[in-house]
């Protein structure tokens, strides 16, 4: 891979330079003369030798001294240029060894000028080469500042600030039978929602870039983006399937685990591409599309998404979503609905599952789960969890205290919630604001909704159970955990999930599957309730299996809390 463009811009080989002219030019703005100062430019050796003698053994200004005292006794413009460049190089070594500036412009006084009794000129050409180790300093801290801002050190590589001037470079030379594509990769690790220690990130993101490099063509140009994040340039690609070629080979080399420090990390690539033929689109908007395609990749976790028509408008789409989410939510225009849980053995009603609805100012609905994502998307998720606690709290104090209702309701806890070390707080709060036993609130958490079971998420969910609030395992069954939720989760009810229930009269399969779990959870102490009941043949056969917690359009859809108070008279 070409990666010329990046060692020129390294901290620690800056190079400044000068041509003959240009020193010429400064000898004379210092009223010298240039061929004078070639011919008659010499070392005042026993000044040197007894700076030298001053110095430390391990001193950087050592070398400067010796290469001092060599300096050539008769000079041409080629031979003095040649000489001053050396020069500056060996005091830019000794600058960058923290050596003092001070000394260093001491030493340089062992120059001399021979001119007769006169010092004058001896004089100026101090000043000439003190303006310009000045100007030296300014080159080197103007590179050093262009790198920073532009280089990242621990990986040696461009940052984002160069994608658009090298992309702008490749594109003007670009051919009309060749495409440019510009791919922008995100590497998800396998625990993604956790930070990698610092040490480990570094590594992690210096041995990414060495997959990159190995599996990218040798004229590609990787930068480096952020953390687990780069963007390849490539240029005079033939045509789309080499395209194709080239970016499932670069993700074809992730399927191995990385090690890190004998530590297996899985890593995901997600990639968004955007590509164009000639100079058609400017490097910025190619830039745009390759970002709109990576997050597009991101927010739907596919491995790979190439820009099109299609995909902006659909951005535009989710754009204009997430302003109306956000509009409703920051005005208190969200609302919740509540779906009776019915028990059939005593036919009444004893609670309901609490339901997010919204729907735009054109009545078009939109469902809980992308409000909730746009919400999670857009930072405001905690707020949103301790929306939902006060407001289903609130709610249960009206049904319980005011209505005199013996209910409960279900609510449903986001993954993230159950990191949330304030999360008991805040429901502790809730309980005392509102005066309500926990009894009447029931924590619903998905199968698969727990991102990992660790000492965090244990400590959270046994401080809300020492709290007095049982737990319901929403979903069971449809995931992969759910005996080892059991187990090791202080889980009070079972939700069957609906898809095992709705057929359960035309599906032996699906009978069976209810069956089984019924019985696992009698047997473990557990109480059961099943969701999708969608008609009495349905409701018949949970009956038999001794299922008497019930839930689905049979009875009722999720309606208006109003609406709620009077279904459950009415039952």
């Known amino acids: 891979m070409d990666e010329t463009h990046l060692e020129e811009a390294h901290i620690h080989e ?25 011919e008659k430019t010499t070392i005042n050796q026993t000044k040197l030798a007894s700076l030298h003698y001053e110095l430390d053994s391990g001193s950087s200004l050592i070398t400067l001294c010796e290469y001092i005292s060599s300096w050539p006794s008769s000079n041409d413009p080629l031979i003095f240029t040649n000489s001053i460049n050396q020069l500056i190089f060996h005091w830019m070594q000794a600058i960058e060894a923290d050596e003092s500036t001070q000394t260093i412009l001491y030493i340089l006084k062992c120059f001399q000028i021979k001119s007769g009794l006169s010092n004058s000129k001896t004089a100026r050409f101090h000043l000439f080469l003190n303006d310009l180790l000045i100007e030296t300093l300014q080159k080197y801290h103007l590179a050093t500042l262009s790198y920073l801002l532009n280089f990242d050190e621990d990986l040696n590589l461009a940052n984002a600030n160069q994608i658009i001037p090298q992309l702008t470079d490749v594109l003007s030379s670009a051919h009309d039978d060749k495409l440019t594509a510009l791919l922008s990769l995100h590497f998800q690790t396998e625990n ?23 599996n990218a063509s040798e004229d590609a140009k990787l930068f480096f983006s952020g953390d687990s994040q780069f963007d390849i340039i490539l240029p005079k690609i033939k045509n789309k399937t080499q395209l194709d070629l080239a970016r499932i080979k670069i993700a074809a080399a992730f399927e191995e685990i990385v090690f890190i420090n004998k530590q297996s990390i899985l890593v995901k690539p997600l990639i968004g591409c955007a590509f164009i ?15 709109l395609a990576l997050e597009h990749a991101i927010l739907k ?46 036919s009444q009603c004893v609670g309901a599952e609490v339901l997010l609805r919204w729907s735009d100012k054109f009545g078009q609905n939109i469902s809980p789960a992308l409000t909730i994502e746009v919400l999670n998307n857009a930072g405001k998720g905690k707020l949103f969890t301790r929306w939902l606690i006060n407001s289903t709290c609130r709610y249960a104090h009206e049904l319980t205290e005011e209505k005199n209702l013996d209910l409960y309701l ?21 309980l005392s604001l509102w005066k309500l036993n926990p009894e009447h609130v029931i924590l619903e ?109 049979h009875f009722s859809k999720p309606m208006p809390y109003d609406d709620y108070i009077e279904f459950v008279e009415n039952y």
């Open 301 to 346: 976790q596919k491995y790979y998404v190439e820009y099109n028509n299609e995909l902006e408008q659909f951005l535009n789409e989710q754009i204009t979503l997430e302003s109306k989410v956000l509009e409703a939510f920051d005005s208190n225009n969200l609302t919740l609905a509540f779906q009776p849980i019915i028990d059939s053995k005593k």
């Open 277 to 291: 033929q000639s100079n058609q689109e400017s490097a910025q908007t190619m830039f745009e599309n390759a970002r």
């Open 445 to 553: 958490i998905t199968e698969n909704g727990i991102l990992e079971q660790n000492e965090q998420t244990n400590t959270v969910i046994n401080a809300l159970s020492e709290l007095g609030f049982k737990f319901a395992l929403d979903d069971f069954g449809t995931g992969f955990s759910s005996l080892t939720r059991l187990r090791t989760l202080p889980i009070d009810l079972i939700k069957i999930d609906q898809s095992f229930v709705k057929n359960i009269n035309n599906s032996e399969e699906d009978y069976k599957i209810v069956e089984s779990i019924a019985m696992l959870a009698t047997s473990l102490g557990k109480e059961v309730l099943a969701e999708g009941i969608e008609n009495e043949a349905c409701l018949v056969l949970i009956n038999q299996l001794n299922i008497h917690k019930c839930q689905g359009y």
């Open 410 to 430: 279900t609510v449903n806890l986001r993954a993230e919630d159950l990191y949330d070390m304030e999360l008991p707080a805040l429901f502790q709060n809730a």
């Open 14 to 38: 800056v190079e400044i330079t000068y041509t003959s002219g240009e020193v010429a030019s400064k000898l004379i703005a210092h009223s010298l003369t240039p061929q004078q100062v070639y």
């Open 192 to 214: 993604n929602n956790f930070l990698l220690p610092k040490e480990v990130s570094i590594e992690l993101n210096q041995r990414l870039a060495e997959i990159i490099k190995i």
